[in-house]
């Protein structure tokens, strides 16, 4: 049993690492060799280890094993010695046999370029995150289908055609131009920060896979940033907010796995050392004079740790969504925006901002948004709002949350 | 949507010298006001301002200073909506913070090419 969870935590971990040096080894065109020899390691690994004792380093002998494996593989191979092999040869200076390079250097040079070449406008986002969690960061299909609230083949068959994809486009798996770096990263970027989100905002109800993702996100963002190349303010902008978000992990789920809303968090048990280490980060973001999507987002995250009301927080959080919302329109933001028009300048200002918002007349969050500014200004306009809101959302624990606030104020009103 | 171009104009000599914390006062009405349009999706293009310094070009080599033709009014800035109609549009730059101030906006429908 014990062997069983040691064999699952190797996994993840060591899985991403082989595969990645072995698909740079391989490239995209023969990515499935790669993911294949991996797997045959790792199976091998389960079958001898659950008869026998576990060897004294399980992670060599999955190194040794996977490297012969791939050795074999291309000796054997005679379309690879004539094609890939020769040209990896050429430029490795290595007449006799290929080097498989599982140094840990090598290791994170490999995920990164891995992450330059998954990270591509050429394939849907979706499909980027998916072949990130599963190249990148180890996630077996059944996960990405959870994590997706999907099933197996539509995943399997969501990573073939991505793969196709970056095969035909010749996708290399390498580390961009330094000139080139800016514009690849946005996409690199992007992705990261939709893969946090995916675990952060999803509606999946496994927790602990939830956490993993942004886990996983993180990890990968920390990546860029101990690579001097990619150590940018825009990518520190990124690991900022993403360690103020993580911060709150204790606090926004309750024991039944139910959202808790930010005013109704326990601040006991908000994570200090995140919150140092974001706001460190944010420092470091603040060289330059960019101001991205990220660097307004963590700023936004910055004032939410400050748990005391005060008319300068709010007053600072409308300016940032401001700048958000001229930079880049989301209907999150322009909702969040009017929540802190009213924090910060009154619930009145905010229902006249409020109703303009006619775009989103579809969205509960906009009819929660209006019941909360009418109460205790119109409260039967208030009741009229949550009830649409109550009728529009989809999630149990939202319509929960909904009704809960109608029975509140039905009681206001007796 | 079309889309309609919005010239804020003021008084020429308004800008003056300000102090940073005058600057933050005009600056809140302004990012308030960008900031709704924006919520509501209809900011096509945030604009600029325009400093009060221009010259006016003329034919047969006449140059003028001066950013303004005829009339001692300035433009200090544009913007683009998106907007239904005209009138849509006027309704909408109804909110700008310049009538504040005793300016003015003109609101003109962008024809594409």
Known sequence: ?414 | MNEFLLIYRREADFDTQFTAEQLKEISKPWMDWMGGLAAQSILADRGNRLDSAGKVVKPNNVVTNGAYVEIKELIGGYSIIKAASLDEAAEIAKGCPILAVGGNVEVREILQM
């Open chain 1, 1 to 414: 049993m014990q062997n069983n969870k040691l064999i699952s935590n190797l996994f993840r971990t060591e899985h991403r690492k082989v595969t990645a040096v072995l698909a740079r080894v391989f490239g995209f065109e023969h990515i499935q060799i790669a993911e294949d020899i991996v797997s045959d390691t790792f199976l091998l690994a389960t079958e001898k280890w659950g008869q026998n004792k576990l060897p004294d380093n399980p992670t060599a002998w999955l190194y040794t094993v996977a490297k012969n494996k791939a050795k074999d593989h291309l000796k054997r191979n005679t379309i690879f010695t004539q094609k890939v092999s020769a040209a990896i040869m050429a430029e490795s200076s290595l007449s006799e046999e290929v080097e498989i390079d599982l140094s840990e250097k090598n290791i994170n040079d490999s995920q990164l370029q891995m992450m330059f070449a998954i990270c591509q406008p050429v394939i849907p986002a979706e499909a980027q995150i998916g072949l990130a969690l599963r190249i990148l960061c180890g996630f077996g299909i059944d996960e990405i289908a959870d994590a997706f609230l999907s099933n197996k083949e539509t995943i399997n068959k969501r990573l073939l055609r991505a793969k196709e994809k970056l095969r035909q486009h010749k996708v290399k798996i390498e580390f961009p131009d330094t000139h080139e770096i800016n514009k690849r990263l946005e996409t690199v970027l992007l992705t990261l920060y939709l893969l946090f989100n995916e675990g952060y905002y999803s509606v999946s109800s496994n927790t602990n896979l939830r956490k993993d993702l942004c886990l996983e996100a993180m990890r990968l963002t920390y990546l860029l940033i101990e690579n001097k190349a990619t150590d940018l303010p825009v990518v520190n902008a990124l690991f900022s907010l993403m360690c103020f978000h993580a911060s709150r992990f204790e606090a926004r789920i309750d024991k039944n796995g139910e959202m808790i809303l930010y005013d109704e968090q326990d601040s006991c048990l908000w994570n200090d050392e995140l919150i140092v280490k974001g706001t460190n980060y944010l420092i470091r973001a603040s060289r330059g004079d960019q101001v991205t999507r990220y660097h307004l987002e963590a700023a936004i995250a910055y004032w939410h740790t400050i748990k005391t009301d005060s008319a300068e927080k709010w007053e600072n959080v409308l300016q940032l969504y401001n700048k958000l919302l001229i930079l880049e329109y989301s209907p999150m933001a322009a909702l969040n925006r009017t929540y802190a028009l009213a924090k910060a300048g009154g619930k009145e200002k905010a229902i006249i901002e409020a109703e303009k918002l006619t775009q989103l007349t579809g969205n509960h969050l906009y009819h929660s948004l209006l019941g909360y500014l009418y109460s205790g200004v119109a409260n039967e306009k208030a009741l009229q709002h949550l009830q649409t809101a109550l009728k529009l959302a989809k999630s149990k624990g939202e319509k929960n949350r909904i009704a809960k606030n109608i029975k509140k104020l039905n009681t206001l009103k007796k």
